[in-house]
Structure formats: C-alpha cells, structure tokens
C-alpha cells in the first residue's frame, strides 16, 4: 500500500509516517519511481510504534525496543508506569 493509504488505515499522518522513515524506525520498501509501499508486516510494527507512543515513549527508546528480538516487556512497562506515576505525582 502506498503511505496515503498507511496513514487513512492507521491514523497517522503521512508527515508522520516519512518522519518514521528518516529516523530508520520504520522503513518501507521503494518502487522506481520513488514511492514508499508498505506491507502487513510495517501496520503491525505502526501499530505496536503508536502502542509505546501512547504511553508516553519517545521514539529513540521505541527504536530501541524494536530492534531487540526479545523483550521483557512485563518489566518494560513496569519501569515506564513507575515513570509516569512519578510524573504525575510531580504535577
């Protein structure tokens, strides 16, 4: 699929989407004449982006996270509610 399709199933904007490609977090394949095409498999790796970006993940941490084969993500997530509760109780 092509980014304007991505970015209307996902919600993401397509400013978004070739941010995502600049950074290397999410990198779609190219056609010849340029254009960046998508496949199930970059929705799935969007989606779990949005998923961490939601809780509050910047995204050289979400790039980390998805580099890695495995993940305890139990223990990932306890450190970032730990880190949110802190922020909050900040305010």
Do not use: C, W
Request: net charge positive; aromatic share 10%.
């Amino acid at each position: 699929m092509l980014i304007s399709e991505l970015a209307k199933l996902s919600g993401v904007t397509t400013r978004s989407l070739r941010y995502y490609d600049q950074i290397g977090i999410l990198r779609p394949q190219k056609n010849s004449s340029g254009y960046r095409i998508y496949n199930h498999s970059h929705f799935e790796r969007l989606q779990i982006i949005v998923f961490y970006k939601d809780l509050g993940i910047d995204l050289a941490t979400i790039n980390n996270l998805l580099s890695y084969d495995t993940v305890n993500y139990e223990k990932f997530l306890a450190v970032q509610k730990n880190k949110l509760t802190n922020k909050i109780n900040k305010q």
